[in-house]
């Protein structure tokens, strides 16, 4: 019996505990305590390095879903870039990030060196992008189109208009969150309140069938069939909105929401870490808002 609970005991000790090998996440991220930076984008990658950008300064932040506090990756204004909004990163580990009204779109290596610059048309409002294929696909929320730039381990290439506004019905007012399955995107159009599918192989467009609700917003998440959507709910009250698509992403049925954000919050862009849901309180509704400037669990949903 002693020899029993012996061995017992040695395997105990051998045998790791569920606290030893559970990695701790915080449920709010601290990314700036700078004033008037009035955070935008997100992006997170599969080791939990989270990227925020700025659309006040143009700043990116960097760090990791295991800790709470970002540090600068990108200073503002560097580069021309005063403004910064919707961030991948791709394949090859380079960091794309759409400049909003500077009207271009930047391609950094993993340490922060600037790699290529391309603009598209003056006056144009560069807000969110899409990686498929060989190619990267951006809507401007000015000129309410889409411009496209081939993406290669060689580099980026020019912006050039993919879909121009006169091409897609009903008329987009303001086109905002991109996401893909590699053979369709679908866009956000927030003045409308629909979700565009975008044939990439024939450019054609349609509405986005939703027949027990809304389906719009701000920052798009596709998960196979399951899409999320950053929605203004109306009121100051934003959800994330969650809705299962069918085979070829023509029909989305609504699913459930979110609990809001804080009052004020105005969460913008979301992100998936390793099972969880974040988005960015960008506290637009109240720009500049008021620091800390913060990412945090999306709650309510998972």
């Given at each position: 019996?002693?020899?029993?609970?012996?061995?017992?005991?040695?395997?105990?000790?051998?045998?790791?505990?569920?606290?030893?090998?559970?990695?701790?996440?915080?449920?709010?991220?601290?990314?700036?305590?700078?004033?008037?930076?009035?955070?935008?984008?997100?992006?997170?990658?599969?080791?939990?390095?989270?990227?925020?950008?700025?659309?006040?300064?143009?700043?990116?932040?960097?760090?990791?879903?295991?800790?709470?506090?970002?540090?600068?990756?990108?200073?503002?204004?560097?580069?021309?870039?005063?403004?910064?909004?919707?961030?991948?990163?791709?394949?090859?580990?380079?960091?794309?990030?759409?400049?909003?009204?500077?009207?271009?779109?930047?391609?950094?290596?993993?340490?922060?060196?600037?790699?290529?610059?391309?603009?598209?048309a003056d006056g144009s409002f560069l807000n969110d992008f899409t990686?498929?294929?060989?190619?990267?696909?951006?809507?401007?929320?000015?000129?309410?189109?889409?411009?496209?730039?081939?993406?290669?381990?060689?580099?980026?290439?020019?912006?050039?208009?993919?879909?121009?506004?006169?091409?897609?019905?009903?008329?987009?007012?303001?086109?905002?969150?991109?996401?893909?399955d590699g053979k369709v995107l679908l866009v956000g159009e927030q003045?409308?309140?629909?979700?565009?599918?975008?044939?990439?192989?024939?450019?054609?467009?349609?509405?986005?069938?939703?027949?027990?609700?809304?389906?719009?917003?701000?920052?798009?998440?596709?998960?196979?069939?399951?899409?999320?959507?950053?929605?203004?709910?109306?009121?100051?009250?934003?959800?994330?909105?969650?809705?299962?698509?069918?085979?070829?992403?023509?029909?989305?049925?609504?699913?459930?929401?979110?609990?809001?954000?804080?009052?004020?919050?105005?969460?913008?862009?979301?992100?998936?870490?390793?099972?969880?849901?974040?988005?960015?309180?960008?506290?637009?509704?109240?720009?500049?808002?008021?620091?800390?400037?913060?990412?945090?669990?999306?709650?309510?949903?998972?």
């Amino acid at each position: 019996m002693k020899r029993l609970a012996l061995l017992t005991a040695l395997l105990l000790l051998a045998a790791p505990t569920a606290a030893a090998t559970t990695v701790h996440r915080p449920t709010e991220y601290v990314v700036s305590t700078t004033p008037g930076e009035t955070l935008e984008g997100i992006a997170v990658t599969p080791d939990g390095t989270m990227y925020v950008t700025s659309v006040g300064s143009g700043a990116v932040y960097r760090g990791s879903t295991r800790t709470s506090h970002l540090t600068r990756f990108l200073a503002p204004g560097s580069d021309g870039r005063t403004s910064a909004t919707g961030i991948h990163v791709d394949r090859w580990g380079r960091v794309l990030i759409a400049g909003a009204s500077t009207s271009k779109l930047f391609l950094y290596d993993a340490h922060g060196r600037l790699l290529a610059v391309r603009r598209a048309a003056d006056g144009s409002f560069l807000n969110d992008f899409t990686i498929a294929g060989d190619a990267v696909y951006v809507t401007d929320s000015a000129h309410n189109q889409i411009w496209r730039a081939p993406l290669t381990r060689d580099g980026l290439g020019e912006l050039e208009p993919w879909i121009t506004r006169d091409k897609i019905q009903p008329t987009p007012y303001y086109l905002n969150g991109i996401v893909t399955d590699g053979k369709v995107l679908l866009v956000g159009e927030q003045g409308q309140d629909v979700t565009y599918r975008v044939d990439l192989r024939t450019k054609q467009v349609r509405v986005v069938n939703v027949p027990n609700g809304i389906l719009s917003g701000d920052g798009y998440l596709l998960e196979g069939h399951r899409l999320y959507a950053v929605y203004n709910a109306g009121g100051g009250k934003y959800v994330t909105r969650f809705a299962l698509l069918n085979d070829d992403l023509t029909t989305a049925t609504l699913i459930a929401d979110s609990s809001p954000g804080a009052a004020g919050a105005t969460p913008t862009t979301i992100a998936c870490d390793r099972g969880r849901l974040l988005w960015v309180n960008s506290q637009l509704d109240v720009a500049p808002g008021t620091p800390p400037y913060t990412v945090s669990v999306v709650p309510g949903l998972r």
